[in-house]
């Protein structure tokens, strides 16, 4: 299930606040409003983020009255700022943003319905190539499922999450298809519920055994016996191997060690930010005070109750047993590792982009 994508000259995204109870999905024209979507979460997850800001760049190319390269480039600088603004910690959105723009800078040409042409390209092979890198860590994660798994799996990690197959959860949804026998205990991942509400989903269509569970089950189930593995994503990973996470995160690793349980975050690699030392340098979104006090639009706290809101937490490195990445799964010394595989992946993203980009061109000026 594609989860955002670009169809006639407009960006589509199946709107998640609604889900499960409904599957419906929005088109945008303007570049701000992929924006607003990205801030109220009608797409959420790191790598969706990704993807729908860089479709938020080719709207903004297309939407640009520009005739001259230059002006072009100063737009797509400022449609830039306001995309990455949308969220602040999940780094996917302004890598996705950049790659765009930087496609932008490197292409030179003053045709510009040329260099909107390409610029789409770039972004539909984002797109597709985060579905290759889900189905790729989906394959690596493999060896870290033993056969009659019980997996923990926080918040939402899915087709949902991504452009389509997932991180954590394409993990899962591999080792399923490699008729592993597996069941996965689902934490609901308040405030906002994606576990029970797009978690519990996707694995109910895979039929993928499972069951929802409280967040505060988790460590009863733990402390049971019961969780083989914990598996989640991230929104960003630190030089050293911290990792942002949906709130909660940090609860679970702490407790899987107590209990000699191996935690394995699952990341495409440009959710690692080599600029970022560690953990307490990452910006943690704060959200409203609503997600909290209220549950859909069910109030379940006084009138005027004062909320603190953070949406993610920092789960330090040396409770993660490795983080699977398309490049393989990376192990301490994690900073020594996850140089290692962004430079890997980015040299295979680069040599790829190079001959799509000259190969492109060629046919375009063909063409015309
Ligand atoms: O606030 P959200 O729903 O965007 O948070 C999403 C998560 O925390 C995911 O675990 C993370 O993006 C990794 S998913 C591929």
């Known amino acids: 299930m594609r989860t955002v994508w670009w169809e006639e000259g407009q960006v589509k995204m199946i ?3 609604r889900l499960p109870l409904e599957l419906v999905v929005q088109s945008f024209s303007d570049y701000r409003q992929v924006a607003w979507a990205i801030k109220e979460m009608v797409i959420r997850g790191a790598p969706a983020i990704g993807a729908a800001g860089a479709y938020g760049m080719v709207l903004a190319a297309y939407q640009s009255q520009a005739t001259a390269r230059d002006a072009l480039l100063a737009d797509l600088a400022q449609a830039k700022a306001v995309l990455d603004n949308a969220r602040p910690t999940a780094v996917n959105l302004s890598w996705g943003t950049q790659r765009i723009l930087t496609t932008a800078q490197e292409v030179n040409t003053e045709d510009l319905d040329l260099l909107r042409a390409i610029l789409l390209d770039e972004a539909e092979a984002l797109a597709e190539e985060d579905i290759e890198i889900n189905r790729r860590m989906g394959q690596h994660g493999l060896s870290v499922i033993p056969d009659n798994a019980n997996i923990l799996h926080h918040c939402n990690t899915g087709s949902l999450a991504t452009v389509d197959y ?18 996965v205990w689902v934490d609901e991942t308040r405030p906002r519920l994606q576990g029970a509400r797009l978690t519990a989903w996707e694995l109910m269509q895979e039929e993928i055994p499972m069951h929802l569970i409280a967040d505060n089950a988790a460590g009863y189930l733990m402390w049971a016996g019961k969780v083989d593995v ?36 699952v990341v495409p690699t440009s959710t690692i930010d080599l600029s970022i030392p560690s953990g307490e340098h990452i910006p943690i979104e704060e959200r409203g005070w609503e997600e909290v006090a209220k549950v859909g639009d069910c109030q379940i706290a006084p009138d005027n109750v004062p909320v603190y809101n953070p949406a993610f937490d920092i789960t330090p490195h040396r ?18 590792n996850l140089r290692r595989v962004k430079a890997l992946a980015e040299q295979r993203i680069a040599e ?15 063409g015309k």
């Open 15 to 17: 709107d998640q606040r």
């Open 166 to 183: 997932g991180t954590a959860l394409g993990v899962i949804r591999a080792a399923h298809e490699a008729g592993k026998n597996i069941h």
């Open 230 to 265: 914990v598996l989640f994503g991230a929104d960003r990973v630190a030089a050293n191997g911290d990792v942002a996470n949906k709130i909660g995160t940090y609860k679970l690793a702490v407790v899987a060690r107590e209990n000699g349980i191996p935690v394995y975050a």
């Open 319 to 336: 409770y993660l047993t490795g983080i699977i990445t398309e490049e393989g799964i990376v192990y301490p010394p994690f900073d020594v």
């Open 352 to 366: 790829r982009r190079k001959t799509r980009l000259a190969a492109r061109q060629a046919m375009l000026k063909r």
